[in-house]
């Protein structure tokens, strides 16, 4: 069987299909129980600096299976509450990642210095949320800013520091050049796509925020060209998120350039059950295509070695 384990820097991961933040991971069972079904690691809720409740209800748009759309508002118990969840996972070995938002500079390295005393492996950035007043993508849309952060939490920790980013932009992989420029040691891609449902009979938008952030099966292209054009530019690895709900979408995010992937909507609908299943289903896929490795995959799309099928019409020359 091909070997399933998942390399992103100097972290490796018994297989690339971690928890992404904010969808299960809020308490230390919740992130254990991914770890025991069969995720390869986990990624924390994100967590600031002082306890935040969220919006008011509605928060999250049903499309059937295709997607969500939600804006809960970063909920979260704050800094100081998180480390007793984060022990109970940790202590029981879940590989995690602690994912902290802020304001700025400032208040990100504080949060990194908090974080990275729970004993997380390593950080990740949340620069991305869609719909968080001066918080997430509104910080993550400047090359400038997303830089200046990233620095200023690489002076203040050791751990290995992932940047989330935002898909909501011109051009992510600028986005990702700037974090990579500033030290980051991976880029995770993509956060939610920003979107609105309307409800025609009361006639304002259903969520109460208003807007939210698109997330499920269909904004896996929007993900794959973001890992897609960012590999094409960056170095230092990438972690694919975004619409994953089957081994073949996450061998597509590999072949795109991603060195993991993390699933979060498909937690939602499917149960984290869906860990226990997915690396024997892309184990067979690699075995089937030829793949002694998740690390053969990475990025081969870039360098195609089977020649494309002739289109039907044309001559292939
Ligand atoms: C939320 O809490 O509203 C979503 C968080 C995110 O998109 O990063």
Not at 50 to 76: K, Q, S, V
Not at 135 to 151: F, K
């Amino acid at each position: 069987m091909a070997v399933l384990t998942s390399r992103v820097g100097t972290l490796s991961f018994r297989n690339p299909f971690l928890l992404a933040s904010g969808v299960w991971g809020e308490s230390g069972e919740s992130l254990l129980g991914a770890w025991r079904a069969g995720a390869g690691g986990a990624v924390t809720k994100s967590i600031g600096a002082e306890p935040r409740p969220g919006y008011p209800n509605p928060t999250i748009e049903e499309y059937g299976r295709w997607g969500l759309l939600n804006a809960m508002g970063l909920p979260n118990p704050g800094i100081r509450q998180y480390p007793r969840e984060i022990a109970i996972a940790r202590e029981a070995g879940v590989p995690l990642l602690g994912s902290i938002f802020g304001q700025d500079a400032r208040e990100f390295s504080e949060l990194a210095v908090a974080m990275a005393r729970t004993g997380v492996l390593g950080l990740e950035l949340n620069l991305s949320c869609p719909h968080a007043e001066g918080l997430g993508s509104e910080i993550g849309q400047d090359p400038a800013l997303v830089g200046e952060i990233t620095h200023a939490v690489k002076q203040a920790v050791k751990l290995p520091v992932w940047v989330k980013i935002t898909p909501n932009t011109a051009d992510p992989a600028e986005i990702a050049l700037a974090a990579e420029a500033a030290g980051a040691d991976a880029i995770t891609a993509i956060n939610t796509v920003r979107g609105l449902a309307i409800d025609p009979e009361l006639g304002r938008p259903v969520l109460a925020h208003g807007t939210g952030g698109l997330s499920g099966p269909a904004i896996k292209p929007v993900g794959l060209a973001c890992v897609w054009k960012i590999a094409e530019k960056v170095r230092i690895p990438i972690v694919g998120v975004g619409g994953i709900v089957s081994a073949r979408d996450a061998l597509e995010y590999l072949l795109a350039g991603a060195s993991a992937v993390q699933i979060g909507t498909a937690v939602a609908f499917e149960g984290i059950g869906l860990f226990g299943r997915l690396p024997g289903e892309l184990g067979l896929l690699l075995d089937r295509l030829g793949y002694p490795s998740v690390s053969d995959t990475v990025g081969r799309a870039h360098r195609p070695t089977v020649p494309a099928p002739p289109s039907p019409g044309r001559p292939n020359h």
